[in-house]
């Protein structure tokens, strides 16, 4: 439509009158828009004051019928805002026309719908008619976007447009050919074609996000002309609620090819969800996070192909209120994270049959019934948790309480469980947790688990401050080839009292040079630490502490060794020996013990005290596979209580794996 011109009256009204109706863009006019402004401006020509007819014709533009289908509750744009209309209708004391919105974003606009002390139906804003768009088809948006231009290769870089050189020009020339097919944050409305062939038959995947689509039957719609679509987000679309027994879904198609549905802060109950997915009888995915959800109950009917299925950021408080979950029979995801969960209650061993990965982040649990609970899902391998909230005693990490709780468990919070981690983590609960006692084990759901690991790992060696103090191990002492009757010894007891104790019971003086070396089964350890307790070496019951004194080289006398009376021969010769023979004695051993019970090989002291400081021992070459053997029989001795001593076999594993462990064996 062109401008209105013509004679024009030396008068401000007048002109400022033009110019406004002048300012009446032609796109923002449909047909019976034009018509009905055309009809009022012949009238205006005809009046005899020009003046009154250009300011009734600069308010006919006001007084737009709306035979374009807005209506209350219609989806619209206006400017780069999305709203739903709640009002149509006139504003006390102001001229023409007005539309009440509600704005989806609730920071924009401050407008209650009140205007001189009358309060219309609520909106975020009133806007004039000319402003608010309702969208358009399907067709429509996908021409805009892929559809061919002349200047789709042009853009604006600052100031200046840059031309692409080399690319051919246009875009996608055969729209029935895409695949996937992305209007997100567009004005689609609806498709336009009804009853035609399809549009898009290849089509498998499609994204409306953030769109105007408001009926279900619009959905169906669109995705008549895809009729392969496997994927379908509908995100950020307020689609129509559906109510129980309404006939708002009767008589569709149903869509056997989509197989995901993205339905995030659609506004939707549960309701409308669970029946809007009879529209999609072999559905496996279905993504409905942030609609203000309560429950999922028994009474819903959901399909039973679903296999994962996302609810986060709902309203569910309790595990009950998803009753209609349990029995889905492939369900193996789920996630309710930052739900308004306080804890978990599982309602049997046949709930959630196959579920193996299970989010419960951003939820107030915090107690270790709820991990119990966890229990009876036996399929479940992968949970993320906030396992900060959780309270572990005796310093655990509540990490390692998790793990040793939940047998089935390999990954958690996206950390792969490792097969001595877990073991690790079983054994030190064991230990630390049977203190506790019986009416917090019971009350806490710790007893099935202890009674569980005890019988894998065997009994609890308590681990509190108590039982470190009053341990007991029997140990004999050995000296040359005279073996004492075993003795309960504390493990408290330090290694010079130890020694001293040694020197008592074999009446060796205060003169003698004496050392003690701790065997477990023909391994050697050197009891070098006088001052740690005997604990610290982990001795076992039937272990053996072998003494032997050494002599300072100036009481040698002809090879033959001295005692402290100065008779040559002296006491036992095995027992009183130089610290180069100690040496070689230990070599002896592990050699034996290698042709004995074991291939592991004793690896020699990393210490030389040998007194003769001219002769340079022989460093001992010991096979990387050997000394692996070695250390990972360490560590089982040690029963994995310390995860770094753990993580140094794991690295010198990988040492060894890349043969660089001949810079590292060879040992004084």
């Known amino acids: 439509m062109n401008k209105v011109s013509g004679p024009r009256r030396d008068n401000n009204k007048a002109d400022s009158c033009f110019v406004k109706f002048e300012n009446i863009a032609e796109s923002e006019l449909n047909g019976s828009h034009i018509r009905k402004v055309a009809s009022d401006f012949d009238t ?119 031309e692409m050189v080399g690319l051919e020009k246009g875009r996608q020339r055969n729209l029935s050919a895409l695949r ?81 549905v993205t339905l995030n802060r659609c506004r939707l109950d549960e309701g409308t969800i669970a029946r809007c997915l009879g529209l999609f009888p072999r559905i496996e995915e279905l993504y409905a996070a942030s609609n203000g959800m309560c429950s999922f109950g028994r009474s819903f009917l ?186 309960s010894l504390p493990t408290s007891l330090t290694i010079q009292k130890v020694l001293d104790m040694a020197r008592k019971l074999f009446k060796l003086g205060r003169e003698e040079q004496i050392v003690a070396a701790l065997d477990q089964n023909g391994f050697l350890i050197d009891l070098e630490y006088v001052m740690r307790p005997l604990a610290f070496y982990e001795p076992q019951n039937g272990d053996l502490i072998r003494i032997h004194t050494y002599a300072r080289e100036a009481a040698v006398r002809g090879g033959q060794r001295v005692d402290e009376t100065g008779e040559e021969g002296g006491r036992d010769a095995a027992a009183c020996m130089t610290w180069s023979e100690w040496e070689a004695r230990k070599k002896e051993v592990g050699v034996e013990e290698k042709r004995g019970k074991s291939e592991a090989v004793l690896p020699p002291q990393c210490v030389n005290l040998s007194d003769d400081d001219e002769e340079e021992d022989e460093r001992i070459q010991i096979p990387p596979r050997d000394l692996y053997a070695f250390m990972i029989q360490i560590g089982i001795r040690l029963k994995l209580k310390n995860r770094s001593v753990c993580t140094a076999i794991l690295l010198m594993h990988q040492l060894l794996k890349k043969e660089v462990a001949k810079h590292i064996c060879n040992y004084n």
């Open 44 to 162: 205006i020509l005809s009046s005899s004051s020009l003046l009154a007819g250009i300011c009734a014709l600069a308010d006919a533009r006001l007084l737009i019928d709306f035979e374009s289908g807005m209506e209350v509750g219609a989806r619209v744009q206006v400017g780069s805002d999305k709203a739903t209309v709640r009002y149509i209708g006139q504003v006390d004391g102001v001229r023409g026309d007005w539309v009440g919105v509600e704005w989806d974003d609730p920071s924009r606009g401050k407008h209650d719908g009140t205007v001189k002390d009358r309060r219309h139906p609520t909106g975020g804003s009133l806007v004039r008619p000319n402003l608010v768009s309702l969208g358009e088809d399907l067709e429509s948006a996908v021409s805009s976007r892929y559809g061919s231009d002349e200047n789709a290769d042009d853009f604006m870089l600052g100031t200046k447009r840059v």
């Open 180 to 260: 996937v097919i992305v209007l997100d944050n567009m004005t689609v409305n609806g498709a336009v074609r009804e009853g035609s062939d399809p549009l898009f038959p290849r089509c498998i995947e499609v994204n409306l996000y953030g769109n105007l689509l408001r009926r279900w039957r619009d959905v169906v719609d669109i995705l008549a002309h895809m009729p392969r679509c496997e994927e379908l987000v509908l995100s950020a679309n307020f689609l129509e609620e559906i109510p129980s027994g309404s006939a708002v879904l009767e008589g569709v198609e149903r869509h056997l090819s989509v197989l995901r």
């Open 302 to 487: 959901l399909p039973s192909s679903l296999t994962l299925i996302d609810l986060e950021d709902n309203g569910i408080a309790a595990f009950e209120d998803i009753g209609a979950l349990e029995e889905l029979p492939n369900l193996a995801k789920l996630s309710l994270a930052r739900c308004r969960l306080r804890s978990v209650r599982i309602a049997g061993p046949h709930a959630f049959p196959v579920l193996h990965t299970l989010n419960l982040k951003g939820n107030d649990i915090s107690d270790w019934e709820s991990i119990a609970q966890l229990r009876q899902l036996a399929a479940l391998a992968t949970l993320y948790v906030d396992f900060e909230r959780f309270h572990a005693e005796f310093g655990m990490d509540p990490r390692e309480v998790i793990t040793a709780k939940l047998p089935s468990l390999r990954n958690l919070e996206r950390c792969e469980l490792s097969v001595i981690e877990r073991r690790s983590a079983e054994i030190r609960y064991l230990n630390k947790y049977s203190a506790l006692s019986e009416e917090r084990k019971r009350g806490e759901q710790h007893v099935e688990d202890l009674e569980r690991l005890e019988k894998e790992h065997g009994a609890p060696v308590l681990d509190n401050a108590r039982a470190k103090q009053m341990a007991i191990v029997r140990i004999s002492f050995v000296m040359g080839e005279k073996t004492l009757p075993e003795r």
